[in-house]
């Protein structure tokens, strides 16, 4: 062979040589399946060392021997104590009827009854969850579970959830399965403070346990993925159709499982619980203060099951002094003259408020009813009913941030002159409104300034159109309004959304803080010897530009000073404010402010039977209830006081344009002004306390009316009632004597 033939074989076995070393000898298939091996044998070795490291504990968790938990004031003055003792007695499961044992197990595990007491799957998911921040969310076992409620603690971590695990799996070979199931029911937490099944079927029902049915047992097994979501008295809409799914899903699991007749499956109708029975120490205002403080704990991950432990002290923003006032107030103001055993309308009579200090976002005093043994659901924080026309200054705040101009292109200020004819169709919106102010009265040409002070509609529905029913949208969430029931369309400017006192309250706080975002809290602090706590943060970014806030604030002075608001008019302290009632009178507020206090009062009309909305109409006898009446009254004897007799503090108002409420100016020639022979009226003569009417003593002549060129459900006509809005107080009109059925809202 040549030297060039052996120099060519040389380089053909270099190409077919296998390469050594480098990334792809890393990863050969006998390396790879070694590691695999080898990591295999790891974790067995590690789950073998955790199952011997990990006993079952000799001892109960805290549980049983839970501390009371304690409520106190800013001023570490005690509020209330909850929690002495577990409410708890243990039943022998032979006690509960087999076909309710069975419903916890159909909704909870359906396998108990042949599994090792673990679910590798479901557990795995939950260490998951927890390492990547989602909280408790789990597949436990019964067995698990009750592990869990007995020995261990509620925290989601991934340390508790291995020990859980392990001792499920060495409980599930000691204990006979009934004996795991009775300890599950005994121990398990169902909301109203009730821990076991029989303080659980007395909390819901009023029976024993032994006397419960089919039903009952698998709302109660139902209510424990969730207590505090899922207990019917206090559930939202979303909580009441979740606990209506599981409820279904518990029954239809039994079903399958042949522990229960398909033909007596269909038969069954949700049993909906009892209203709770307070706590005792849970009386008066103490109910109100208690679960708006627990609402907020559940937010910030003190769990109702965290809290069942005991052992926690929470101070409370709540001003001891001024929690006294605003009850004073209500029952002076209101309650005093209310006859709610003689009188059908005053029987359905509610009341609400909340006030927040508008530099810290604190809540300083909150009102949520009549009692709370009386009335279980707070009217300081629910949010079923809307907030009216204490929305419209937020129309305008959203004109000013957008720099948003009328429909022939004038920027929209103070001074910006608009049609207030009633009933006159907006301009420029494919959605057709046509609102009609409180009396059907028309105005003519008005400033935005009048027209706040008159809470004139048809103002307010033209500029929703001409800033754009999107963007007003955005400026009010920003402010701290809740996306419930929020649409997007010209009726917005009305306040048809739904919004607490809560809500409403940190809304004008953030106005008074310059249009720094304020968020409500109610919890000071939080403490316990084995957790830490976050309080919420009461001051967020900026909402809306200092620019705008201040001049609304500007704007809601002269509401207070010479509009709707008047009955909070004094010379003791500067304030602004906007007044609002709802459809059909069926809400009437207040909200207020002071540079040192935010606060918003309500009136709620609700049927006491059914929970119903009604019309405040002829409440204390005095004709339509609405927010510059009682609302007004109540905030102005609140704050007086909460003041301290009044306060030298102004309102720090930067780069404002001044309002002209009485000047008359030439009327611009715009799309959303046409010509009108009405004339705004320039003032309301009659004085609060001479007369409780608002209506002009020479009301302005009506404008020809201008009909909707089209019709939808959303354009109000003369025959539409209970058009969403508001007024100044107008008990006693010359006419009505309280009868005055279905109102136009201002």
């Given amino acids: 062979m040549g030297r060039a033939d052996a120099r060519r074989a040389q380089r053909r076995g270099a190409r077919r040589a296998p390469k050594r070393g480098g990334i792809r000898g890393l990863f050969t298939w006998r390396k790879m399946l070694g590691a695999?091996?080898?990591?295999?044998?790891?974790?067995?070795?590690?789950?073998?060392?955790?199952?011997?490291?990990?006993?079952?504990?000799?001892?109960?968790?805290?549980?049983?021997?839970?501390?009371?938990?304690?409520?106190?004031?800013?001023?570490?003055?005690?509020?209330?104590?909850?929690?002495?003792?577990?409410?708890?007695?243990?039943?022998?499961?032979?006690?509960?009827?087999?076909?309710?044992?069975?419903?916890?197990?159909?909704?909870?595990?359906?396998?108990?009854?042949?599994?090792?007491?673990?679910?590798?799957k479901g557990t795995t998911r939950g260490i998951l969850n927890t390492l990547m921040g989602k909280g408790k969310q789990g597949g436990s076992t019964i067995t698990q579970q009750y592990v869990k409620n007995y020995y261990l603690s509620q925290e989601p971590t991934?340390?508790?959830?291995?020990?859980?695990?392990?001792?499920?799996?060495?409980?599930?070979?000691?204990?006979?399965?009934?004996?795991?199931?009775?300890?599950?029911?005994?121990?398990?937490?169902?909301?109203?403070?009730?821990?076991?099944?029989?303080?659980?079927?007395?909390?819901?029902?009023?029976?024993?346990?032994?006397?419960?049915?089919?039903?009952?047992?698998?709302?109660?097994?139902?209510?424990?993925?969730a207590p505090s979501q899922y207990d019917w008295a206090t559930a939202t809409p979303t909580g009441k159709k979740l606990v209506r799914e599981r409820w279904d899903y518990t029954l239809d699991n039994m079903v399958e499982m042949h522990w229960l007749d398909k033909a007596e499956r269909d038969t069954l109708k949700f049993p909906v619980p009892m209203k709770p029975k307070p706590a005792p120490g849970m009386e008066g205002q103490a109910g109100y203060l208690v679960e708006a403080a627990n609402q907020e704990l559940d937010k910030q991950g003190i769990t109702a099951e965290v809290r069942q432990a005991g052992g926690w002290t929470f101070t409370l923003n709540i001003d001891k002094k001024r929690q006294k006032e605003l009850e004073k107030a209500v029952d002076q103001r209101l309650e005093s003259k209310l006859d709610r055993k003689g009188n059908k309308v005053d029987a359905t009579v509610q009341a609400g408020a909340t006030s927040v200090d508008p530099k810290s976002g604190a809540v300083v005093a909150l009102y949520g009813g009549e009692d709370y043994v009386k009335h279980y659901r707070s009217n300081a924080t629910r949010q079923d009913y809307q907030p009216a026309s204490t929305f419209k200054p937020l129309v305008f705040a959203s004109a000013l941030e957008n720099g948003a101009k009328t429909q022939n292109g004038d920027l929209i200020g103070v001074n910006t002159r608009y049609d207030g004819t009633s009933k006159r169709p907006v301009v420029g919106s494919n959605t057709p409104f046509a609102p009609q102010n409180e009396d059907d009265i028309s105005y003519g040409d008005v400033t935005v300034q009048n027209a706040m002070n008159k809470s004139i509609n048809s103002v307010f529905a033209q500029m929703v159109v001409d800033v754009g029913p999107a963007e007003v949208k955005e400026t009010a969430l920003a402010l701290g309004v809740p996306d419930k029931n929020f649409p997007?369309?010209?009726?917005?400017?009305?306040?048809?959304?739904?919004?607490?006192?809560?809500?409403?309250?940190?809304?004008?706080?953030?106005?008074?803080?310059?249009?720094?975002?304020?968020?409500?809290?109610?919890?000071?602090?939080?403490?316990?010897?084995?957790?830490?706590?976050?309080?919420?943060?009461?001051?967020?970014?900026?909402?809306?530009?200092?620019?705008?806030?201040?001049?609304?604030?500007?704007?809601?002075?002269?509401?207070?000073?010479?509009?709707?608001?008047?009955?909070?008019?004094?010379?003791?302290?500067?304030?602004?404010?906007?007044?609002?009632?709802?459809?059909?009178?069926?809400?009437?507020?207040?909200?207020?402010?002071?540079?040192?206090?935010?606060?918003?009062?309500?009136?709620?009309?609700?049927?006491?039977?059914?929970?119903?909305?009604?019309s405040l109409t002829g409440t204390a006898n005095a004709g339509r209830a609405n927010g510059g009446g009682f609302p007004a009254q109540i905030w102005a004897d609140y704050t007086l006081a909460a003041l301290n007799g009044g306060s030298d503090a102004k309102f720090d108002l930067e780069d404002v344009e001044q309002g002209e409420s009485t000047v008359r100016q030439t009327p611009s020639n715009t799309p959303s002004a046409p010509e009108s022979p009405t004339q705004p009226p320039t003032q309301d003569p009659n004085p609060p306390e001479q007369s409780p009417s608002r209506t002009p003593e020479s009301p302005p002549a009506q404008s020809p009316e201008v009909p909707p060129t089209s019709q939808s459900p959303e354009v109000p006509t003369s025959e539409t009632p209970g058009l969403p809005g508001d007024d100044g107080p107008d008990p006693g009109r010359p006419g009505d004597n309280g009868a005055n059925n279905n109102p136009p809202a201002r």
């Fill in 488 to 614: 997007e369309r010209p009726a917005i400017t009305l306040g048809t959304m739904n919004a607490s006192t809560w809500d409403m309250a940190g809304v004008y706080a953030t106005l008074d803080n310059h249009g720094k975002k304020v968020n409500p809290f109610i919890v000071k602090s939080a403490k316990h010897s084995s957790r830490t706590y976050e309080p919420v943060e009461g001051i967020g970014e900026q909402a809306i530009s200092r620019k705008s806030a201040d001049t609304v604030t500007s704007v809601l002075r002269g509401v207070v000073d010479e509009g709707s608001g008047r009955e909070a008019n004094t010379t003791a302290y500067d304030a602004a404010g906007k007044t609002g009632t709802a459809e059909e009178n069926k809400s009437a507020l207040f909200a207020g402010y002071t540079p040192e206090l935010s606060t918003v009062v309500a009136l709620f009309g609700e049927n006491p039977q059914g929970g119903a909305q009604v």
């Fill in 36 to 120: 695999f091996f080898g990591l295999c044998l790891l974790v067995m070795g590690a789950c073998v060392g955790l199952y011997l490291y990990v006993d079952i504990p000799d001892e109960a968790n805290a549980l049983a021997e839970r501390q009371s938990n304690v409520y106190r004031y800013s001023d570490g003055s005690l509020l209330t104590r909850t929690g002495d003792g577990v409410n708890r007695q243990n039943v022998d499961l032979s006690e509960v009827p087999k076909d309710v044992q069975h419903t916890f197990v159909a909704a909870e595990n359906k396998t108990f009854y042949d599994d090792q007491g673990v679910d590798l």
């Fill in 158 to 225: 991934v340390s508790r959830k291995l020990q859980e695990l392990v001792i499920a799996l060495k409980i599930d070979q000691k204990m006979k399965k009934e004996d795991i199931l009775a300890g599950y029911v005994n121990t398990a937490f169902y909301g109203r403070g009730a821990s076991g099944i029989q303080a659980a079927a007395q909390a819901y029902y009023g029976v024993d346990a032994k006397d419960l049915n089919v039903a009952q047992g698998a709302y109660l097994a139902s209510l424990l993925q």
